[in-house]
């Protein structure tokens, strides 16, 4: 159950939200008063400065809550209801959060840095008290009364009850290495829906993520992805990737990809390319759908570490300012 203060603690600030009248919260970092010295996990093997963004609540995210709990159109808390959810990139967890208080079924995934550090204690923090039991007596309660327990066995059974009919969970699902070395204790690969927003505007990102989602793409359950985009890249831009390149990308790679709705974004969080509007598209296999190959995960992450040098994230100083950039960014841009 939600614990936390009104707006900070611990140098995190707290993001809240509410779906269908259940609210939930998330704890992100205060990324834009971080000092040096202060990011715990910047030397941790599968953290990047693409990881770092996981610790902000992007527009993305916010388009397809605003869509999960609206009246018309309900298409996707249709969608998710019952459902078994996977979300990629998850960060904080805040959408995952919503599609599970919608009344889905999601295992959050992350890098395993971003996972401990961040998705699991704001997964743990909303779990739902049955009759407002304490939560020593939550367990016993399941035990004798099984009917009262909304996870799903096989997919959030070790996670926490949100929302009236929903649960959560949470994995590590690093995109640089095989699906199929990923697929416990929970089978990502049972998954119904993907929720991705956001998480592949970095131009360093775009070639493991969809590594990734091919290959979840192709999963028993034919699943289909929602993926929200907001376009960053200019012409001459080199660390993001543009909306038709990404979606032509896709293409090649055998996925059907279709526009499903434009969602304008909250007051006063315009960017200044693409405005304020995030693409919600569903992507789903195609007919020339296949896994592609992992790349190397030693070549890949070598790429990423050239393109972080290139940001200029050799030494502290440098990792420092570009943390303030990014953190500008989301604060102009669309990340709370």
Known sequence: ??????????????????????????????????????????????????????????????????????EHDPWLRELVQGKRVLELGAGTGLLGLAAAAAGGHCVLTDVSSMTEGSLRPNV??????????????????????????????????????????????????????PVGEQ????????????????????????????????????????????????????????AFIGRSALLTKLSKAGCDVKWRESIHGRQGKEEGVGGNITEVYLVRKGGGCSEMQPASSMRTRRSARIASTRLGMRDNRRRQRARKQIAAFGHRGGAS
Not at 131 to 157: C, I, K, V, Y
Not at 208 to 235: K, N, Q, Y
Request: one cysteine or more.
């Open 124 to 177: 743990e923090g909303n779990d739902t008290p049955i009759h407002g039991e304490a939560a020593a007596a939550r367990s016993s309660n399941l035990a004798q009364h099984p009917a009262n327990d909304t996870r799903l066995p096989g997919w959030t059974e070790n996670g926490s009850r949100v929302g009236p009919r929903g649960s959560a969970d949470v994995q590590a699902l690093d995109w640089y290495k």
């Open 1 to 70: 159950m939600i614990g936390w203060g009104d707006t900070q603690k611990e140098g995190k600030v707290a993001v809240r939200a509410n779906v269908l009248g259940h609210e939930i919260a998330v704890l992100r970092k205060d990324i834009e008063n971080i000092e040096e010295g202060q990011d715990p996990y910047f030397f941790e093997e599968d953290y990047s400065v693409a990881a770092s963004t996981a610790w902000l609540v992007w527009e993305g995210s916010w388009a397809l809550i605003e869509s999960l709990g609206r």
């Open 183 to 238: 697929r416990s204790p929970v089978d990502v690969m049972a998954a119904e829906v993907i929720l991705a927003a956001e998480c592949a505007w970095l131009a360093e990102l775009v070639e493991p993520f969809i590594t990734t989602l091919v290959a979840l793409l192709s999963g028993p359950h034919a699943p289909i992805c929602v993926f929200a985009f907001r376009e960053r890249a200019s012409d001459s831009s080199k």
